[in-house]
Each structure stands twice: as structure tokens, then as C-alpha cells.
């Protein structure tokens, strides 16, 4: 089997990897809050929303417009460098008790909160990010060709022709 049909048969990156790590990758390659502007705005707010609605959050509780305003300019100002799906993923994380923390926010969704899931967050989502680069990393090692005795023969008289023998004869004839 030459190494080419051999890396036919490895499975690919995506199927290696486990669903958070898709989820943080997928999440860190999305455009970043800090980089959208104010066309960020109605996004924030409809993922606000869905946040509420994930926490169990009673809708009696739901921040005013000054308060929801004070979340909006936090996430914008503080979580400029996550996406929107970081966010959302960080929130998942939480409530099904996968980042380390107590998700439970006692019906006061503040900007505290926030920070306490989004900084509970910061070393899943670097752990998951380096994982998925180690990943890359040994797939693509693997998918490295492999060339047989014949072909690393041919390689190196190419080398030596080209790089040695040419060179010497053109030093040769123009001195």
C-alpha cells in the first residue's frame, strides 16, 4: 500500500475531533463582537434573549433597558474578542455544568454573570482550540507521502543534477 492510499483511508479532522471542540472551533472562527460595530447590536440583543430563555431566567426578571443597555455595552466593550457563538457556547458549557462553575444566576442576570461564565470559559475555550491544533497537526503529519526506495532515488539525482552538476558546468563554460 503506497502512502498514498494509506492517507486515503485516515479519517478526516472534523470526524476526529469531539463535538465541543467543533463547537469552540466553529465559535473562535466566526467574526468577533469588537470587530462588527453597531451592526452588532440586534444580534446581541436577540442572543441576550435567547440567554434569558437558556438559564431559565423568569421573564419578570428579564433586565429593563438600562440594564439590558449596561449588558449590551459589557459584552461590547468587555467580550470584544469572543463571537457571538463563544457566548452562546460558554452559556451551553455552564448550564450543563461542564465549565467548573455554578451557572445558576438567583433570577439577576447581570454583567457579573456574565463574567463569571465567560472567564470560567477563557481556559476551556484554549484547551479545545490547542486540541484541535494538535489534531491538525498529526493529520496533516500523517498525510504526509510516503515515497518508496525507487522515487527517493530519483529525488536525489534530481537534487544532484540540478543543484550540483548544472551549476558546475555552467561555472565551467563562463567561468
Not at 522515487?151 to 540540478?162: P, Q
Amino acid at each position: 500500500m503506497t502512502g498514498l492510499q494509506q492517507n486515503q483511508n485516515l479519517p478526516s479532522l472534523r470526524e476526529s475531533q469531539t463535538g465541543l471542540t467543533k463547537s469552540v472551533e466553529t465559535a473562535i472562527a466566526e467574526q468577533k463582537i469588537g470587530q462588527l460595530g453597531e451592526a452588532v447590536y440586534p444580534d446581541l440583543k436577540m442572543m441576550l434573549a435567547q440567554l434569558f430563555a437558556l438559564t431559565g431566567l423568569k421573564q419578570e426578571n428579564y433586565p429593563d433597558k438600562l440594564q439590558t443597555d449596561v449588558l449590551l455595552n459589557y459584552i461590547v466593550e468587555d467580550l470584544g474578542n469572543y463571537s457571538v457563538s463563544d457566548i452562546k457556547v460558554a452559556f451551553r458549557l455552564a448550564i450543563k455544568g461542564e465549565l467548573g462553575i455554578d451557572a445558576n444566576h438567583f433570577q439577576s442576570f447581570s454583567a457579573a454573570y456574565i463574567a463569571r461564565i465567560m472567564a470560567a470559559y477563557g481556559p476551556v475555550r484554549a484547551k479545545a482550540f490547542n486540541a484541535s491544533k494538535v489534531a491538525e497537526n498529526a493529520l496533516k503529519r500523517d498525510l504526509k507521502i510516503e515515497h518508496t526506495d525507487d522515487e527517493k532515488w530519483e529525488i536525489k539525482i534530481g537534487y544532484v543534477l540540478e543543484c550540483l552538476i548544472k551549476p558546475w558546468r555552467h561555472y565551467i563554460r563562463t567561468g
